[in-house]
Nanobody, 130 residues
Framework: QLQVVESGGGLVQPGGSLRLSCEAS????????IGWFRQAPGKGREGISC????????NYADSMKGRFTISRDNTVNTVYLQIDDLKPDDTAVYYC???????????????????????WGQGTQVTVSS
């Protein structure tokens, strides 16, 4: 069973930064497009960004442009989400997800739609509070 693990969450003061990491139990993470989503208390899941397998193509939700940066290092099989200038409204569980694999989205990032992604992690909690 493919496993996805997020890390890097925690308690941060407003204005601070975090870098979340996503790893998966696959030998070639570049075969997969990756997406980041979040779910705040009492709210639905929200797409943040996604990245193609080779890392050259990205998509961002309009509301996430500017403070969120997705990247990947396929040499260490890890995808990152950098979050800057954190705000209390960023408090949420952040999830990483992989598409179905097979390099379908190797050069082109998929739509930021949860239905495009097949494998999900358990999430990492980000809390922004003073």
């Amino acid at each position: 069973q493919l496993q996805v693990v997020e890390s890097g969450g925690g308690l941060v003061q407003p204005g601070g930064s975090l870098r979340l990491s996503c790893e998966a139990s696959v030998s070639r993470l570049d075969y997969y497009a990756i997406g980041w989503f979040r779910q705040a208390p009492g709210k639905g899941r929200e797409g943040i960004s996604c990245i193609s397998g080779d890392g050259t193509s990205t998509n961002y939700a309009d509301s996430m442009k500017g403070r969120f940066t997705i990247s990947r290092d396929n040499t260490v099989n890890t995808v990152y989400l950098q979050i800057d200038d954190l705000k209390p409204d960023d408090t949420a569980v952040y999830y990483c997800a992989l598409d179905g694999g097979g390099r379908y989205y190797y050069r082109r990032a998929p739509n930021l739609d949860a239905l495009e992604f097949s494998y999900w992690g358990q999430g990492t909690q980000v809390t922004v509070s003073s």
